[in-house]
């Protein structure tokens, strides 16, 4: 699915690594472990935080804290910005100028809304399905656990991708200059689990766990 660009997610800078397909949208977001939402409070001063966040079909879903003033203020509606992106690897060019990364990101508008009741506990599911796949016997959020959580959705109806893959683009003056210009690609992996310090009863990380450098982006 292809949608027409809209005024303030069309790219204007580099408009050729625009990508206007939905399933790139999700691909990024799908591959993203971090999103960075920004907002703006009633002096204009802005904030971005960080935050974990799982893609619910059209929506994004994130989670806070209830006391915190910046999700009070994303609740409440005020404007927003959620981006992610994942940097594949560091293209050297033969100038300072050209060289740049590889990379994969995704610019979201729009406003959040608060979920609530069975909504929000869905959610909270969802999230946890997202950031610990395969990890069953958790125990799940209690009432009080779940009163001091915030749980907000962001639809994915305005939206931007860039994707960067290429190779050093020189000016044609400095080919040859005597220096090395290529791609040095950056992968993602994870490690060997640590057993907690206090870890009881001489459990073994779950096959799940140990199936990530396969099974996640």
Same mark, same amino acid.
Not at 57 to 85: K, M, N, Q
Not at 107 to 123: D, I
Not at 160 to 178: H, Q, T, Y
């Given at each position: ?9 069309? !790219? ?13 949208l ?7 472990? @971090? ?6 409070? $009633?002096?204009?001063?802005p904030? !971005?935080?960080?935050? =974990? /966040? ?7 879903? !994130? ?6 003033? +910046? /999700?009070?203020l994303? %609740?409440? =509606? %005020? ?5 992610? +992106?994942? @940097?594949?690897? @560091?293209?050297v060019?033969?100038?300072?100028? $050209?060289?740049s ?10 406003? /959040? ?19 610990l796949?395969?990890i ?8 009080? $656990? @779940?009163?001091?959580? %915030?749980v ?16 050093? $683009? ?12 290529? !791609? ?15 870890l009881?009863? =001489? ?7 140990l ?5 996640r982006?």
């Amino acid at each position: 699915m292809t949608r027409p660009p809209r005024t303030r997610t069309t !790219v204007r800078r580099l408009p050729d690594k625009q990508v206007l397909d939905r399933s790139a949208l999700d691909a990024v977001l799908d591959a993203a472990l @971090v999103v960075h939402v920004a907002v703006a409070d $009633e002096t204009g001063q802005p904030f !971005v935080l960080p935050l =974990g /966040f799982a893609r619910d079909r059209d929506r994004l879903i !994130v989670h806070g804290s209830t006391a915190s003033r +910046t /999700f009070r203020l994303l %609740a409440a =509606g %005020a404007p927003s910005c959620a981006t992610a +992106t994942i @940097v594949d690897g @560091v293209v050297v060019a033969r100038s300072q100028f $050209e060289s740049s990364y590889r990379y994969r990101s995704a610019m979201v508008l729009g406003t /959040f809304e608060a979920l609530h009741g069975n909504a929000k506990r869905e959610a909270l599911a969802l999230l946890g399905a997202r950031l610990l796949p395969g990890i069953d016997g958790r125990r799940p959020p209690s009432d009080q $656990e @779940v009163a001091a959580t %915030a749980v907000l959705a962001l639809p994915l109806d305005e939206w931007s991708v860039k994707i960067a893959a290429g190779d050093p $683009e020189d000016n044609p003056a400095d080919l040859d200059r005597p220096v090395w210009a290529g !791609v040095i690609p950056l992968q993602h992996v994870w490690g060997e689990p640590i057993d907690a310090p206090d870890l009881l009863g =001489g459990h073994t990380a779950p096959a799940a766990v140990l199936g990530w450098p396969q099974g996640r982006a």
